[in-house]
């Protein structure tokens, strides 16, 4: 077996669009999904990920790899999380969290969320509910009148360009 | 459909984004829909919130005015510092045009600040209450009293919030002292569920005071819900407002010996327990006793009398140069001293209750001293320190 000729296993991750991925277990592992899988000794073949698309895959096994890389040392890992993520728009966020949500990966979920809320933080709440696709119910006296309760949160500077 | 669109409709993931927000984002999204309002104003997520936002090392300790607003400069906010472990600035809006004034005292999160104002011939306080987690601000209406010895008697008032889980709304009265007179003490409450003040007479279970021009000693502690004013007697007169609405308990402190008691603190455990507990710096001791509940009804403090002395039980010895063994005393702190006058050491409040920590302070350094490990550390931090209940 690879284990005993001192090769690093890989394992083959399968997105819902059918790419194949090969990966280092030991990063793999970082998602309790598949380590799961793997302790279960289901992990012999392909792995499908059926809510996971070949280009979100592709990056999260980029983060996977690039963080295992570095030893334990938590100022290194936050530096690299926000290297990764500081190029990614907000449809590929929020792509990840999904993923992330789904491999069970806490520390790239928490770091992708903090990025959303950063990008959200100024925007306005037309924005929040275009980008999410949300149907405005209030009527207009009831959003109004959430407004005036709220009024102080509504001062300052809001962007709303797409990223 | 989308990815924000299935990160938007799963509560969990949803309630996550929202956890990162600053608080004036927060808020402002309670208006994206009825949902998002729901979600927000759910009291699990505003306690979630809340225990984020305040850093690891606990709650809401004191709070350190570093500047100060005068009323010639309406609408300026006022800066503060909270937590001494790990200071973070804070700016509130919507600051009355008149400004805060300065800090009265805090409660479970929330802030009482008063300003002196002239109302005809009367000094007035004008209160607002501030939650350093929203950085909202709320004036309350005049006090129905004009004529009280405000210079004095402002010193005694109090907040206490009963929980402070819905941010948005929390639930608070103001307690102020308005005259003390034998063995009735008259307060005005002021309420956040009816929004107005009432007057109402405590009766004592003694005599108040020997001293009626100076019958307090120090702002009142509020904890677990209870008022303890220290009276220039060494007494401690509790009111409970929840239970006993007419009624004032005094007990008396336990026995120092008087010259060398240079600062005293007042606390209870957490509950269920809540027992009263009582520390002193009796150089060159610290002591600390509690107070065992006995005969009162519903496990109280509540006695027809006043409760004796003897009845405090003494839990912790401990002699003042053993507290801060191995701390590098020349560590000293930017701060501006106004509350605790002494060279010597002194109490400057209660971090935790469970295991019990205290703020202390030597000189001008401040260190933290935990009753259970015996262990004490630095407590870096600096401001203005005026009240840590």
Request: with cysteine; proline share 5%.
């Amino acid at each position: 077996m690879a284990a005993e000729t001192g090769t690093p296993t890989t394992l083959t991750l399968k997105s819902n669009d059918d790419e194949l991925f090969s990966v280092a277990e030991s990063a793999a592992i970082l998602s309790v999904t598949i380590r799961n899988m793997v302790e279960d000794g289901c992990a012999g073949g392909v792995i499908p990920l059926d809510n996971v698309d070949g280009k979100t895959l592709a990056s999260v096994i980029t983060y996977m790899n690039g963080i295992s890389a570095i030893p334990a040392d938590e100022e290194k890992k936050k530096s690299y999380r926000d290297k990764f993520l500081s190029d990614k728009d907000f449809e590929t966020l929020a792509d990840m969290v999904l993923a992330a949500n789904y491999l069970n990966m806490s520390c790239l979920m928490d770091a992708v969320s903090a990025k959303i809320a950063q990008v959200m933080e100024k925007k306005s709440v037309g924005w929040v509910r275009r980008k999410f696709g949300i149907e405005n119910d209030y009527t207009p006296e009831e959003e109004a009148a959430v407004k005036e309760e709220h009024k102080w949160t509504f001062e300052g500077v809001e962007t709303d360009d797409d990223n | 459909m989308n990815a924000a669109k299935r990160i938007e409709s799963n509560d969990d993931l949803l309630t996550e984004l929202l956890l990162q927000l600053p608080p004036k984002s927060v808020f402002k999204f309670i208006s994206v829909s009825k949902r998002w309002k729901t979600i927000i104003n759910d009291p699990f997520f505003i306690e979630n919130y809340s225990k984020r936002r305040s850093s690891g090392d606990g709650r809401l300790l004191a709070l350190f005015q570093t500047k100060f607003t005068p009323p010639t400069i309406p609408g300026d906010p006022i800066q503060m510092n909270i937590l001494p472990i790990h200071p973070c600035n804070i700016t509130f809006d919507h600051v009355p045009k008149e400004g805060l004034g300065t800090f009265v005292n805090s409660s479970n999160g929330l802030i009482l600040c008063g300003l002196l104002q002239l109302v005809g011939k009367h000094m007035v306080t004008m209160y607002t209450v501030l939650n350093p987690v929203t950085g909202k601000c709320v004036a309350l209406p005049r006090p129905p009293t004009i004529w009280r010895d405000e210079l004095y008697l402002s010193s005694f008032d109090a907040i206490m919030c009963e929980e402070n889980k819905t941010a948005l709304e929390p639930n608070y009265i103001v307690v102020r002292v308005r005259e003390l007179w034998g063995k009735v003490m008259k307060i005005e409450t002021f309420s956040s569920v009816t929004g107005m003040w009432a007057t109402s007479s405590l009766k004592a279970t003694g005599s108040i005071t020997e001293s009626p021009y100076e019958p307090l000693y120090m702002p009142p502690v509020v904890v677990n819900g209870v008022f303890h004013w220290l009276t220039a007697s060494f007494e401690l007169a509790v009111y409970d407002p929840n239970k006993y609405k007419k009624h004032l308990q005094l007990i008396k402190a336990p026995y120092t010996s008087g010259g060398n008691c240079t600062s005293v603190i007042v606390t209870r455990s957490p509950f269920p327990d809540d027992v009263l507990l009582y520390g002193a710096i009796d150089s060159p001791w610290l002591k600390f006793w509690m107070l065992e509940k006995g005969g009162g009804d519903n496990g109280s403090y509540k006695r027809d009398t006043t409760i004796r002395r003897r009845e405090w039980v003494l839990m912790h010895d401990i002699r003042v140069e053993c507290l801060y063994k191995g701390i590098d005393m020349s560590k000293k702190c930017l701060f501006l001293d106004v509350f605790m006058g002494c060279a010597d050491v002194g109490f400057d409040g209660v971090v935790s209750r469970d295991p019990l920590v205290v703020l202390l302070k030597k000189g001008e350094t401040w260190f933290l001293y935990n009753f259970e490990s015996k262990t004490s550390r630095l407590a870096p931090y600096r401001g203005c320190l005026r009240n840590s209940s």
